[in-house]
T-cell receptor, first 113, second 111 residues
Framework: DTAVSQTPKYLVTQMGNDKSIKCEQN?????MYWYKQDSKKFLKIMFSYNNKELIINETVPNRFSPKSPDKAHLNLHINSLELGDSAVYFC????????????FGEGSWLTVV | RKEVEQDPGPFNVPEGATVAFNCTYS??????FFWYRQDCRKEPKLLMS???SGNEDGRFTAQLNRASQYISLLIRDSKLSDSATYLCVVNLSGGSYIPTFGRGTSLIVHP
């Protein structure tokens, strides 16, 4: 009955590879997010989609490309992985775009070697 | 100035103590405020919303000071299980809605 689920939970990959993280929410929410939490534990927003439309695109390298096939899914594809991409990536969702509680997935631990 | 600032701590307190955290925000137009809790190697989870008039949930009290642009979280009678990182979240309503997290304040409650 996981509300926000993301896969894989752990990912170890080599520099230069391309990888994807998938996210799905079964809460019926309109808005989904990707956050990155680095080694210093700072949780920084990367992207947000509302009903499949991109509404937030923070300063993120264009190697990162989100895709939302429908409002229940928001996937993150990363090209040409770099060492600095190593972090925990959290998918999240909220009922609407403004001022609602954000529900997080369990996180995807990405390690680039 | 960072948009949302917190003292990273750690705050190291004995069981039963009262501890308070503050979080300052830079955008006076901010409308929604929350406290989240994050345990080690887990996702952040909502602890409580912060209402203009202040609100209480058991041992936890949250307050908002719009004039000085900060929110606070007070924990009374600390338990060992309160040990975690507490993140404040500030949302700007309107066209540029960006739920922004502070860096978190680490709390360690010891016996």
């Amino acid at each position: 009955d996981t509300a926000v689920s993301q896969t894989p939970k752990y990912l170890v990959t080599q520099m230069g590879n391309d990888k994807s993280i998938k996210c799905e929410q079964n809460l019926g929410h309109d808005t989904m997010y990707w956050y990155k939490q680095d080694s210093k534990k700072f949780l920084k927003i990367m992207f947000s989609y509302n009903n499949k439309e991109l509404i937030i695109n923070e300063t993120v390298p264009n190697r990162f490309s989100p895709k939302s096939p429908d409002k229940a899914h928001l996937n993150l594809h990363i090209n040409s992985l770099e060492l600095g991409d190593s972090a925990v990536y959290f998918c999240a969702s909220s009922l609407r775009v403004s001022g609602n509680t954000i529900y997080f997935g369990e996180g995807s631990w990405l390690t680039v070697v | 100035r960072k948009e949302v600032e917190q003292d990273p701590g750690p705050f190291n307190v004995p069981e039963g103590a009262t501890v308070a955290f503050n979080c300052t925000y830079s955008n006076s137009a901010s409308q929604s405020f929350f406290w989240y809790r994050q345990d080690c190697r887990k996702e952040p989870k909502l602890l409580m919303s912060v209402y203009s008039s202040g609100n209480e949930d058991g041992r936890f009290t949250a307050q908002l000071n719009r004039a000085s642009q900060y929110i606070s979280l007070l924990i009374r009678d600390s338990k060992l299980s309160d040990s975690a990182t507490y993140l404040c979240v500030v949302n700007l309503s309107g066209g540029s809605y960006i739920p922004t997290f502070g860096r978190g304040t680490s709390l360690i409650v010891h016996p």
